[in-house]
């Protein structure tokens, strides 16, 4: 049994449980103990972070690392491409999300609460995150998933993130529309069975907290 600390609205979190699920391996949720970066969890994980997974008392943090992990774990179905330029691609993709797309929508998480909004900043990350965007529409060509018909490790962040932006760009006034490619790669993300499972628990997850920072529902 594999354990996997995470909080209900973690993003790595969620896109470690997409490659739990799609490898068919049992694992428990557990909240960090005082929460993340608490003396009582970090006890437990040294970094204090999330997620981190322990497997045979094997400890694990950095969503990367872990989802590389499980996938050599457990081999099928493989979530890398078997060709060596392909394979790099799927991890360039995948960074590209860790590295910038997410930290572009994450900057909007200090500006969720409209009491502690600033507008021009929130504004000129609505610029940002387009760009980003448009980055990958450039970048990849999803057919209809990053590495084809199947999903890879290219794919898990994703998911999580444009469902961020989907539920932010309302209430933030954010105007951002994404591409057709990337509306339409979204669609088939939604299509894949363990996306769709983990999307179920981590969007009501996800309101609750956009919900408990506005003080109104999502
Ligand atoms: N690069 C990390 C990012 C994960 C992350 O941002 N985790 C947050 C919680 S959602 C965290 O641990 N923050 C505490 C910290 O950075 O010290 C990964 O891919 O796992």
């Given at each position: 049994?594999?354990?996997?600390?995470?909080i209900?609205?973690?993003?790595?979190?969620?896109?470690?449980?997409?490659?739990?699920?799609?490898?068919?391996?049992a694992f428990?949720?557990?909240?960090?103990?005082?929460?993340?970066?608490?003396?009582?969890?970090?006890?437990?994980?040294?970094?204090?972070?999330?997620?981190?997974?322990?497997h045979?008392g094997?400890?694990?943090?950095?969503?990367?690392?872990?989802?590389?992990?499980?996938?050599?774990?457990?081999?099928?179905p493989?979530?890398?491409p078997?060709?060596?330029?392909?394979?790099?691609?799927?991890?360039?993709?995948?960074?590209?999300?860790?590295?910038?797309?997410?930290?572009?929508?994450?900057a909007?998480f200090?500006?969720v609460?409209?009491?502690?909004?600033?507008?021009?900043?929130?504004?000129?990350?609505?610029?940002?995150i387009?760009?980003r965007?448009?980055q990958?529409?450039?970048m990849?060509?999803?057919?209809?998933?990053?590495?084809?018909?199947?999903l890879?490790?290219?794919?898990?962040?994703?998911?999580?993130?444009?469902?961020?932006?989907?539920?932010?760009?309302?209430?933030?006034?954010?105007g951002?529309?994404?591409?057709?490619a990337?509306?339409?790669y979204?669609?088939?993300?939604?299509?894949?069975p363990?996306?769709?499972?983990?999307l179920d628990?981590?969007?009501?997850?996800?309101?609750?907290?956009?919900?408990?920072?506005?003080?109104?529902p999502a």
């Amino acid at each position: 049994m594999i354990r996997l600390y995470s909080i209900p609205p973690s993003l790595y979190s969620a896109k470690v449980r997409i490659v739990l699920r799609a490898k068919g391996l049992a694992f428990e949720d557990i909240q960090p103990p005082g929460g993340y970066g608490s003396d009582a969890y970090r006890e437990i994980v040294p970094s204090g972070t999330l997620p981190a997974i322990e497997h045979d008392g094997f400890l694990l943090v950095e969503s990367e690392a872990i989802n590389e992990y499980l996938n050599e774990l457990v081999p099928e179905p493989a979530l890398l491409p078997r060709d060596m330029g392909q394979r790099a691609q799927a991890r360039a993709l995948s960074r590209f999300h860790d590295t910038r797309l997410e930290p572009a929508v994450r900057a909007l998480f200090a500006h969720v609460d409209p009491d502690r909004r600033d507008t021009d900043f929130v504004a000129g990350q609505a610029l940002v995150i387009a760009d980003r965007l448009a980055q990958l529409e450039r970048m990849a060509n999803p057919s209809p998933l990053l590495t084809g018909e199947t999903l890879s490790l290219a794919d898990c962040g994703y998911p999580i993130t444009l469902t961020f932006l989907e539920m932010l760009n309302r209430p933030m006034d954010l105007g951002v529309v994404l591409p057709d490619a990337v509306a339409a790669y979204f669609e088939a993300l939604k299509r894949e069975p363990s996306i769709a499972w983990e999307l179920d628990s981590y969007r009501p997850a996800l309101a609750a907290w956009v919900g408990s920072v506005t003080g109104t529902p999502a």
